[in-house]
């Protein structure tokens, strides 16, 4: 059955490769017919000559001189193409391979699978119009325009012409009868197909079409086809996957099991030097899977779908040697959800302690505490090796936070913020928080007059202090309720919050242990209020308007201590 | 106007560059040629530059690393070395090796000798700069030689890899522990800093700095501006036009710096320098840094870090990560594998 199944081979270089494949396939039972490109050395083609001449069905065509996307590789195509149905009539299928494609089942499968579908010719073939994976913007003008500069040597002069073109509204007609498609050149053609193709009686004319269109491989064989075939199916049956610039991935040793379970028949491209690959796949494999087993290449789709997502959307909160996104360009500012509480720490009595009681959350004291960091624990070193050396995060408070994220991936992160802390210059640190998606800000405002007021020193003496974190924390609240804010943001006065603590307490919750019975769980306890509304007033008669706390009265009652969430 | 200031601003830049080709053209008289090898360089060569002193004991490991990367052809700069490593790298089969007895400060450490080899025998070459004691890692560097990954980077036009240079320390004070030569330093040096680095985006060059490390956490808590530089561009497609700005750090003309990083949030392929100063021998070696005073920028404010390294601080502490290998590093986003997967 082998027998009946023909390889053309368009190589240039790597020929130690090209001997081993095409021997590989020539002891199978086919025939082979290798075109090498007139420019490769004649000392490496005479090796190639001698080390297959022992194989009568391997044969040799004219050689041309090919350059990259012209039409050289055309008419390489057809003289290989010729040779083959000319010198081995018994064949009935046409598989064209390059010098770095190598098969991953043996010929036999490959072989079955088409005698099992006779007239189906195998070719990607889609029609310009609907193709969307064609890079450099190029598509429909592959035909369009005339390409006098080759894309790899003359670049600039390519582009020029192209625009050129564009301005003066330049085009050419297709030939009557035909609807370009393009797709991968590694086909699989019946004997029919292809000879009628060679044969083709209007030839000069489209000849001299696809002389002049970019890349007239992927397309000249795609449209011809579609003219000849009585029935395409429009797929390569050569596995080979594509980045986001359109380069073709490369395979090497390590993607041996990749290659393997995806039961395909053929790989392109392979790296030269992937010996473990070229010898697991041109022995006499063991493992092969069944002959009928049908090719599933999801497998390997994913892996490189994987890492195009990399490269192109990168990890969220990562920033690195190789990865430094400009503003809003960061697909994710930073890695994992946190929680920012402002003025929580002042309100109750322990609430690092109850939080991280209740959540499974890290909880940190004020991270950006002016001296020191406090985080949880009051360790010395945090995760990933943060200091909790002040002047080490100040030097860049936002890559302090970001790094903290990045290195506690998979536990949430709380922290208690204040006008106290480290802002960064020009609140840079909270406007980052505020634009982050990631960031749950919680602030009662106002409550940094509790510290003040329960330390017991008299207004005229904390007047000074007040006043400047009254200003801070007004310009604060201005950021987290500028438009650019995308945090979520919830921001309450100490008198709101007082009036009903527990609701509030209840939604937070919610968002940091979406799974844990909030309402059943002890609310932590209010510190001792007695006495704040005359240490407010106070203030005022010092001459200091406090306004952030909302409209207290002289005498404030607590809500009742104790009492459950809801 | 903007225009202007930015044409100024690349003229200078030019010129800058071309002090830089003239100085090293300059420089070369100081350097004396004891074994050339370099008729025996291939097409596809990946060639390894070092300027070094007094590192015999890091050769062994240094040469074996490199071989098993895919490197073929060393060019060393040797700086008067008297710890026998210079007949050592002479017996190398494919080493070729120059003397010299010139300042390594005066030749901004070593730069301008190796800039010189760099443009004789560097130009259209992939080349791998680096100091004795770095070790390059890359994603899949142990199924994927240096060829492999310079032909992936060929094939997209990418001139140059970047890569952080990591700082390998040991648990327990730096001098309680044992290597022998030939060793990997990795099995004494087993500990990094995962996430405690800073980036600014250098806008003159368009290079990123990146700072930070054990040795800002423990030396530098209060002067973090004169924490170490890691960024690292040690791979590079040379060409003769090309130079080196400081160190391996960042290069001239400026664009080569803005291969490196992606700014619109994707991941560039990237690898990591495994930096193994911290081997016991640094405690005495610091002695001699110390006199020498032959340190980049200004020596003096080095005194108190090399003090420091004197008394064999221990680097170590809870947070420290084990360094199993590169996949670990790549998960870790100390590196990453872009696209090339």
Redesign the interface.
């Known amino acids: 059955m082998s027998a009946e199944l023909g390889f053309v081979m368009l190589v240039h270089d790597g020929l130690h490769r090209t001997a081993q494949v095409a021997r590989y396939l020539a002891e199978s039972g086919s025939p082979v017919v290798i075109h090498a490109d007139a420019r490769t050395p004649a000392t490496d083609f005479r090796q190639l000559q001698t080390a297959l001449a022992d194989l009568p069905d391997v044969r040799f065509c004219r050689r041309i001189a090919c350059e990259w996307g012209t039409w050289s590789l055309v008419v390489a195509m057809r003289h290989a193409a010729r040779l083959m149905l000319d010198s081995f009539p018994q064949v009935r299928h046409v598989h064209a391979l390059s010098g770095v494609c190598l098969p991953l089942r043996p010929v036999s499968h490959l072989a079955a699978f088409l005698a099992r579908n006779p007239d189906t010719d195998f070719i990607e073939s889609v029609s310009v119009a609907d193709v969307n994976w064609t890079k450099g913007g190029l598509s429909a003008e592959r035909f369009t325009l005339y390409f006098p500069f080759a894309y790899k040597r003359q670049r600039w002069l390519f582009d020029r012409a192209v625009t050129l073109q564009r301005a003066l509204h330049i085009r050419r007609d297709m030939p009557e009868g035909l609807a370009p498609h393009i797709g991968s050149q590694w086909w699989t053609l019946t004997r029919r197909t292809l000879g009628a193709i060679l044969d083709e009686p209007a030839a000069p004319q489209i000849d001299r079409f696809f002389k002049r269109a970019w890349i007239p491989d992927e397309s000249y064989f795609q449209t011809m086809a579609r003219v000849h075939s009585r029935q395409i199916e429009s797929r390569s049956l050569t596995l080979g996957k594509f980045d986001h610039q359109g380069k073709p991935h490369v395979f090497y040793d390590d993607h041996l099991q990749l290659l393997r379970r995806s039961d395909c028949f053929m790989a392109r491209k392979v790296w030269s030097g992937a010996d473990r690959l070229y010898a697991h796949f041109l022995s006499d494999r063991p493992d092969a899977p069944a002959v009928d087993t049908e090719p599933q290449p999801s497998r390997i789709d994913r892996h490189f779908a994987r890492a195009t997502q990399q490269r192109v959307r990168g990890r969220a909160g990562l920033y690195m040697v190789s990865r430094f996104p400009v503003r809003n360009r960061e697909n994710g500012k930073t890695a994992e959800p946190y929680s920012v509480f402002q003025g929580f720490t002042e309100m109750f009595r322990d609430f690092e302690e109850w939080l991280s009681a209740v959540s499974a959350a890290r909880v940190h004291g004020h991270l950006f505490a002016p001296h020191k960091v406090e985080f949880a624990g009051r360790e010395k070193v945090f995760a990933g090796g943060l200091s909790d050396s002040a002047s080490l995060r100040d030097y860049n408070p936002r890559a302090f936070l970001t790094n903290l994220l990045w290195a506690t991936r998979g536990e949430r992160q709380c922290f208690q913020f204040g006008p106290a802390d480290t802002q960064g210059r020009n609140y840079d640190l909270l406007s980052f928080m505020a634009s982050d998606p990631n960031a749950q800000i919680s602030v009662i405002s106002g409550a940094w007059a509790v510290p003040l007021y329960r330390s017991g020193q008299r207004a005229e003496q904390l007047r000074a202090e007040a006043a400047r974190l009254q200003r801070i924390e007004t310009a604060m609240l201005g950021v987290l309720r500028s438009p650019a804010a995308h945090a979520r943001i919830r921001i309450w006065t100490m008198a709101e919050f007082l009036e009903n603590p527990s609701d509030p307490m209840h939604s937070i919750f919610d968002e940091i242990a979406p799974h844990q019975q909030a309402r059943l769980i002890q609310m932590p306890e209010l510190v001792d209020m007695q006495g704040f509304g005359a240490f407010l007033q106070d203030l005022r008669n010092q001459g200091m308007q406090p306004v952030l706390m909302g409209d207290f009265p002289l005498g404030v009652t607590d809500p009742a201590p104790g009492h459950r969430i809801k | 106007m903007k225009r202007l200031r930015a044409l100024r601003e690349a003229w200078r830049w030019r010129r800058k560059r071309q002090n830089r080709l003239l100085r090293a053209l300059w420089k070369r008289g100081e350097l004396r040629c004891l074994v050339d090898r370099t008729a025996a360089i291939g097409a596809g060569d990946v060639l390894v530059f070092c300027t070094l002193r007094n590192e015999a004991l890091r050769l062994p490991f240094f040469l074996a690393h490199y071989r098993r990367l895919g490197a073929t052809h060393f060019l060393f700069v040797d700086n008067d070395s008297d710890d026998g490593g210079r007949e050592l790298l002479m017996q190398q089969p494919d080493a070729s090796v120059w003397h010299t007895r010139g300042s390594y400060r005066a030749s901004r450490f070593g730069m301008d000798w190796l800039q010189w080899l760099l443009i004789r025998h560097g130009h259209d070459r992939w080349c791998l700069t680096v100091d004795a004691d770095e070790l390059l890692l890359y994603p899949?560097h142990d199924?994927?030689?240096l060829?492999?990954l310079t032909?992936?980077l060929d094939?997209?036009a990418i001139p140059a890899m970047?890569?952080?240079m990591l700082e390998l320390y040991p648990k327990g004070p730096l001098d309680a522990q044992r290597y022998s030569a030939g060793q990997d330093p990795a099995e004494v040096l087993q500990w990094y800093?995962?996430?405690?680095?800073?980036?600014?985006?250098k806008s003159d060059i368009d290079a990123?700095w990146?700072q930070g490390?054990?040795r800002?956490?423990v030396f530098l808590?209060?002067?973090?501006?004169q924490?170490p530089t890691l960024?690292k561009v040690p791979l590079v497609r040379w060409n003769r036009r090309h130079v080196y700005l400081n160190s391996t750090h960042s290069m001239l003309p400026r664009g080569m710096n803005r291969e490196?990083?992606?700014?619109?949030?994707?991941?560039?392929?990237?690898g990591v320098l495994l930096h193994t100063k911290f081997l016991p021998q640094v405690v005495e070696k610091s002695t001699e840094e110390k006199s020498r005073r032959q340190h980049f920028g200004d020596p003096g404010i080095y005194d108190a870090y090399y003090d420091a390294l004197i008394q064999a601080p221990d680097l170590w502490?809870?947070?420290?990560?084990r360094y199993t290998g590169w996949r670990q590093l790549e998960g870790e986003?100390?590196?990453?594998?872009?696209?090339?997967?």
């Open positions: 899949h199924t994927r030689p060829p492999a032909e992936w094939a997209r970047g890569a952080l800093d995962r996430a405690n680095y800073t980036i600014t985006r990123l990146i490390g054990p800002s956490r808590a209060d002067r973090p501006r924490g960024t490196i990083y992606d700014d619109q949030g994707g991941e560039k392929l990237s502490c809870a947070a420290s990560t986003g100390i590196m990453s594998r872009g696209e090339w997967a």
